[in-house]
């Protein structure tokens, strides 16, 4: 009886404190329906622009001549060019490389780790005795930008693997650094793009957090560069002067694993163009 | 002579009745405004500050609002103590402001009444 009784104990609180990513994704969804009852879930793809029509207007009209195409030309050649092994990177990925941005990040059973596009290219590189690329800037993002050009229209199909304790952890580690206040302003990810979502911060409009990671790399209007998603999370950090987690450190895949987890759905638009 | 105790005790009245000449107040004023400052104006709509946020309420009537100036300061140093939720920054506890930067600052909102 004894021994019954933990049974029945041990199975309420393994269901207590299982966490529910499905059940995130479905409030986070009912949240924001709420705050904007009027916006379709795909428009969620185009980030600020979907809930602010006047930047909107001027992003169109910056897409008919975007300032990423030089860098996804550049992409593409780089993506074709054969490492010295005379390997390529379509012999690292599925399907060649093409049309696969949807499928990262995703949970490596085998390595325990969460791989991210930009982290599956570096392993590429490496074992084709090519050196680590910086993961922020530069040759990465053109790559990047013409992966994601590839994979455009497709869904983000992020899995959380059953039965992978390590993998739902992840999981909450990333959704716990998305909710946890931290730098000298005491901001959480959440406290702007939750709980402020289409207000005004100065003249910007603050972004939904669904669909943060639909669009990406980005050519930045206020650097007149490219950058990677860890890139713009790094940025955050540092306006609300909180430490900075590098780009692909656990921390950031971890968030990035949450945020593509809660986008799941979502159409690819990337290589874009943002302010 | 009398004429001179007459604008003495006029000029203590001035003093007193206006504790905060304007030049002190455009000291909290502009570190109010400064983005790397109180950068008040992320959130709130502030007197003719140019392009205000609307996260947090217009600044305005602050004296109706709170009973005393201490209860304002008490605010602006650290939101999170009467609200967990807030989305304001602690600024006195956090050291965004110095204790200095923070009366200014309090000086500033207090007098705005309109």
């Known amino acids: 009886m004894k021994s019954f009784c933990l049974f029945i104990y041990l199975i309420i609180s393994s269901s207590l404190a299982w966490a529910d990513p499905e059940q995130d994704r479905k409030q986070i969804l009912d949240f924001y329906q709420q705050i904007f009852p009027q916006l379709p879930l795909a ?5 600020v622009y979907a809930i602010d029509s006047d930047a909107k207007k001027s992003w169109q009209a910056i897409e008919e001549f975007p300032p990423y195409e030089f860098a996804l030309e550049e992409g593409k050649e780089l993506f074709n060019r054969p490492f010295n092994n005379g390997a390529r990177y379509a012999d690292c990925f599925p399907n060649k490389g093409i049309a696969i941005a949807q ?15 930009a982290s599956a290219i570096n392993a590429c590189r490496l074992q084709n005795q090519a050196p680590a690329l910086p993961y922020a800037q530069g040759e990465i993002t053109k790559i990047l930008a013409y ?7 497709q869904l983000i199909n992020t899995i959380i693997p059953e039965h992978s304790q390590q993998a739902l952890s ?7 650094y998305f909710y946890r206040r931290r730098g000298q302003l005491n901001f959480s990810c959440a406290s702007c793009h939750v709980d402020n979502a289409g207000k005004f911060i100065r003249s910007e409009i603050l972004s939904p957090a669904l669909g943060h990671t639909t669009h990406w790399p980005a050519y930045r209007l206020n650097t007149g560069e490219m950058g990677t998603l860890h890139r713009r999370f790094m940025d955050c950090n540092k306006l609300i002067r909180a430490p900075i987690d590098a780009a692909q450190s656990p921390a950031l895949r971890q968030l990035e694993f949450f945020l593509s987890y809660m986008a799941n759905g979502l159409a690819l638009n990337g290589p874009s163009t943002r302010k | 002579m009398k004429k001179l105790a007459g604008l003495f005790l006029l000029a203590l ?50 004296q109706t609002r709170f009973t005393t100036k201490e209860e304002l300061k008490a605010l ?18 956090n050291k965004i402001l110095t204790p200095d930067e923070v009366d200014h600052v309090v000086d500033y909102i207090w007098s705005l009444n309109r």
Not at chain 1, 43 to 47: I, P, R, S, T
Not at chain 2, 34 to 60: F, S, T, W
Not at chain 2, 76 to 93: E, L, R, V, Y
Request: neutral net charge.
């Open chain 1, 43 to 47: 428009d969620y793809a185009q980030g």
């Open chain 2, 76 to 93: 602006i140093w650290d939101a999170t103590q009467f609200n967990p939720q807030t989305s304001m920054p602690p600024f006195g506890k």
């Open chain 1, 170 to 176: 992840a999981y909450e580690q990333g959704k716990a």
């Open chain 1, 147 to 153: 992966m994601a050009f590839t994979s455009r229209g």
């Open chain 1, 103 to 117: 499928n990262y990040p995703y949970w490596d059973e085998q390595k325990q780790s969460i791989i991210t596009l």
């Open chain 2, 13 to 62: 009245m001035t003093a007193c009745t206006h504790p905060k000449t304007q030049q002190d107040l455009s000291i909290g004023k502009q570190l109010s405004f400064q983005r790397n400052k109180g950068n008040c104006l992320a959130c709130h709509v502030i007197d003719d500050g140019e392009a205000p946020g609307n996260i947090g309420p217009a600044l305005q009537h602050i």
